[in-house]
């Protein structure tokens, strides 16, 4: 009897206790649509830096237009998901100040599905858009 409360406590107990790693987690109604989106604009690599501009990052996020505000949006992001205001500052802060190549993979993540849910001029999943990209029918639960 033992054995299975404590197998039906760990199915419903939380995959992570880490903000950051909850935070960084895409929707499965996301997933085919950002497996996609990183395969076509970095191959996965979280280092990644474009060749003919700004674009950093596995997501490509134009590093100078973005850094600043996508801070932010992780910051709130992390707040979503249990992290202190004081720590999700300190977080924001390191952000503004480093390279979105530069960032943790979970910080890149976490802003990718903060883009993909927000609501406003900063939203969607139209900043990766691309003409005849197989992408675009895959947008599923995005906004």
Same mark, same amino acid.
């Given at each position: 009897m033992? /054995? !299975? !409360?404590? =197998? &039906? /406590?760990?199915?419903? =107990?939380? &995959?992570?206790?880490? +903000? /950051? &790693?909850s935070a960084a987690v895409i929707p499965s109604s996301q997933q085919a649509f950002a497996e996609c989106v990183s395969q076509r604009e970095s191959h996965g690599?979280? $280092?990644a830096r474009g060749s003919?501009?700004?674009?950093a990052g596995r997501w490509q996020f134009l590093d100078r237009p973005w850094r600043n505000g996508l801070s932010y949006m992780v910051a709130a992001r992390l707040r979503e998901f249990g992290m202190?205001? +004081?720590?999700?500052k300190r977080v924001r802060i390191h952000l503004q100040s480093t390279h979105i190549a530069a960032w943790e993979p979970n910080y890149q993540d976490a802003a990718f599905v903060a883009v993909l849910n927000a609501r406003g001029p900063w939203s969607g999943? $139209?900043?990766w858009y691309l003409a005849g990209s197989r992408c675009n029918a895959l947008v599923g639960g995005t906004s």
């Amino acid at each position: 009897m033992g /054995a !299975v !409360v404590l =197998a &039906a /406590a760990l199915l419903v =107990a939380p &995959a992570s206790t880490d +903000p /950051a &790693a909850s935070a960084a987690v895409i929707p499965s109604s996301q997933q085919a649509f950002a497996e996609c989106v990183s395969q076509r604009e970095s191959h996965g690599n979280y $280092k990644a830096r474009g060749s003919d501009s700004s674009s950093a990052g596995r997501w490509q996020f134009l590093d100078r237009p973005w850094r600043n505000g996508l801070s932010y949006m992780v910051a709130a992001r992390l707040r979503e998901f249990g992290m202190s205001g +004081p720590q999700s500052k300190r977080v924001r802060i390191h952000l503004q100040s480093t390279h979105i190549a530069a960032w943790e993979p979970n910080y890149q993540d976490a802003a990718f599905v903060a883009v993909l849910n927000a609501r406003g001029p900063w939203s969607g999943w $139209k900043h990766w858009y691309l003409a005849g990209s197989r992408c675009n029918a895959l947008v599923g639960g995005t906004s």
